[in-house]
């Protein structure tokens, strides 16, 4: 029992046993330290290690064994878990990309259809206005006063056809009392800033978008109870404005009339308002500006040398909506 | 997504497992681990740094061989120490049967050339060098003994797990370390009267 009791492996109770006998008969005292010795002396041999080179050896050898040995033994690698969950992932994202392009597709054709609907009713209205200007032409058609704008119309209707010869432009004259076509507002859902918008309109000039002023210079002076419709390369309309006409405006017709006024006297530097002033107003635009709800509105008048009555200044201004505040205007020559 | 963990503080059991679900750097880190036991082991076994060194190569390539068949029942080591066992007595067989079949061819021819005499000698002289006074007591117990008294005083396992290790009963292990240590016993003994009558 004493080797078992060197090495520790009897019970509790067994190795009382055994410190009890040793204690007591010398023999077997003798012999235990004895063994004991045995198992210092061998337990305190060196640990045989291997040599740098040999480990190096041996980790390049697990390594390419493993290679060559094991293709088969290695079931899955770990991340191909993963892999299922992120392919499941993947195809997710896209199913829910296509579903979501389903639901835009429709949201966009309403868009479209809502901007050809309003260049229907634009039509429609120009229509509906011909006929009433040609009735409103046929019953003035004794006085002279109506010859007269009416030769000066067509004169300028057939300058701008066979020197621009662009077919969409429409030239109309209306006389006063009669029903203009809708306003030409877009609303937009964009918050303005002021150097953005002085951006946008140094741009537009830069790109010639504008390019009717050569054209509007031909019609120019304007004739105060024409109202023009023009629409240029880009569809963009271009409305004349008249001090009367702007009253028939629903909704806008107070803040227009204002508005024109104050441009017009920004632009002139005069204090005094004409009777009737030219100004021409290319879009009205609903928009946010700088976090206040407001009007962007974009148009050519007379510069300082208002007495040839042409209009050479280009402006973009925006108005508050409620207050008819100015917030910003901008002006180029 | 990668988890970054420090293979470092896994125990054995987990490593391998990992190892055979493709994490090759799990193995790494076991052959770093275990390397210095298995050569150590080996060369108790050998008796010889070439001999240990071809043992320790075989062992990690039969642990790579055989890592899906750890099943856990054992310690890794346990295990691992087995593979070490029977790869040492594979080497030692193969190496009789070597030695005899030489042994006839140099009955035939006779021959022994002066290299073949000089790589012996440097070869004891490395040896030598290399083994320790344990190992030359221990040199003087049979295999069977030798490998129990190893397991036992140097690595510092348990009668059970040597018994799982070299796949005998335990009374049989018990037997052989107390067989072993009588003769060891008697060994120091005569050494120690030895060095008396000097």
Known sequence: MIPEYVDSELSINQNKKVEEHIKTCPDCKKYFNEIKGVKEFISSSAFYDLSFDKAKKLAKLVREKNIEIHPTLIPKPIWSRWQFISIISVLAILLLGVLLLQFYKPLYTFHKMESAELAEDLTKGLSTTEEAVSKEFGNGEDTVEGEVKDEEVAEAEQSVVTEEGIVERELITIKPGVLVPQPIITVSENDYTQNYIDEFFTNQKSEERISTEETIEQILPIDTNQVLLIKDDYDKILYKSIKSKVLQFPHFDENLKILESEIYKYLTGQEQLPEKFPLLIFSVEKARFEGKDAFIISGIGPGKDFEKDKLTKQFVCVIEAGTNKMLHLKTID | ?198
Request: aromatic share 10%.
């Open chain 2, 1 to 198: 997504m990668t988890i970054k963990f420090k293979r470092e503080k896994i125990n054995d059991e987990k490593l391998i497992r990992y190892y055979t679900r493709g994490d090759e750097e799990a193995l790494v880190q076991l052959v770093k681990r275990h390397q210095k036991n298995i050569y150590n082991l080996s060369f108790r076994f050998m008796n010889n740094s070439q001999d240990a060194w071809d043992a320790t190569q075989e062992t990690f390539i039969r642990l790579i061989k055989r890592a899906k068949s750890f099943k856990g029942a054992s310690k890794f080591s346990t295990w691992l120490y087995r593979i070490t066992c029977n790869v040492c007595k594979d080497i030692l067989i193969k190496r009789k049967k070597l030695i005899s079949d030489s042994y006839e061819e140099l009955k035939l021819t006779e021959k022994v050339t002066y290299k073949n005499r000089f790589n012996e000698v440097s070869n004891r002289i490395l040896e030598a060098e290399e083994t320790d006074k344990v190992q030359n007591l221990l040199q003087k117990l049979p295999q069977n003994l030798r490998i129990v008294i190893v397991l036992n005083d140097i690595y510092d396992l348990k009668y059970k797990e040597i018994s799982e290790i070299l796949n005998i009963p335990l009374g049989t292990v018990k037997s052989r370390i107390s067989r072993s240590r009588e003769i060891l016993r008697n060994i120091l003994k005569e050494e120690k009267e030895q060095k008396i009558d000097f």
